[in-house]
């Protein structure tokens, strides 16, 4: 079992739609979490972490379980530029803070 | 802003050859974390460098070695290369204590293996 477990993509949605992508993770540990977006090709970019209390950053809203070990990600009126992997991120919970990556999910945005 | 660089973008090498790549963490980030991308495949953590000192190993063959040197920088050196080398390596760094933040990953560099 990985430690970081998406939704399979790809989610194939019209420009202006909500779309919501869940996340699990297996290590209790784990402090940190992440979403981060990678386009084709591209290196992976800081979306924006996530934390306990749920965060909000335009469009993106985040929120974490910690109970349940789940994150998710929600994009309000998608936009046609949202279209890119979106990949789960959780460190490790231990001293080296080495990040642990999710599969990622795609998303496609159509007009 | 400075990022992340490294060097070269771009690499074609033959199987059995050897590379080396470069990465130049952003300025006062004493922290290196190589990782390699196959296709279609989530980033996998190889190595990481905390003040010149190797702070993790992932899933680095033995064929691979690097080291953080004096000025932060960090090689990433890769013998008897194999088709399945082919991937995107990214390094990515941080400073240590503000890890908890998230690191910021370089534009990677793209290693072909014929």
């Known amino acids: 079992r990985k430690e970081v477990e998406q939704d399979p993509g790809p989610f194939n949605v019209p420009e202006g739609a909500t779309v919501a992508f869940n996340c699990t993770y297996s290590?209790?540990?784990?402090?940190?979490f992440f979403w981060y977006r990678q386009d084709c090709r591209k290196e992976p970019k800081l979306l924006m972490s996530v934390y306990s209390s749920g965060n909000e950053d335009g469009r993106f809203t985040a929120q974490l379980n910690r109970a349940s070990q789940y994150i998710s990600l929600l994009i309000r009126d998608s936009k046609l530029s949202d279209s890119a992997t979106y990949l789960c991120v959780v460190n490790r919970g231990d001293s080296s803070y080495k990040l642990i990556f999710g599969s990622g999910t795609r998303l496609l945005v159509r007009p | 802003a400075a990022g992340v660089i490294q060097s070269p973008r771009h690499l074609i090498k033959e199987k059995r050859e050897t590379a080396t790549l470069k990465c130049y963490p952003i300025p006062r980030h004493d922290t290196v974390y190589w990782y390699q991308q196959g296709p279609g495949q989530d980033p996998q953590f190889l190595i990481s460098?905390?003040?010149?000192?190797?702070?993790d190993k992932g899933s680095i063959p033995d064929r691979f070695s690097a080291q953080q040197f004096s000025d932060y920088h960090s090689e990433l050196n890769m013998s008897s290369l194999e088709l399945g080398d082919s991937a995107l390596y990214f390094c990515a760094s941080s400073s240590h204590r503000d890890s908890y933040y998230g690191y910021t990953f370089g534009s990677g560099t793209r290693l072909t293996v014929v």
């Open positions: 290590n209790s540990a784990s402090q940190s």
């Open positions: 460098f905390y003040e010149k000192m190797q702070s």
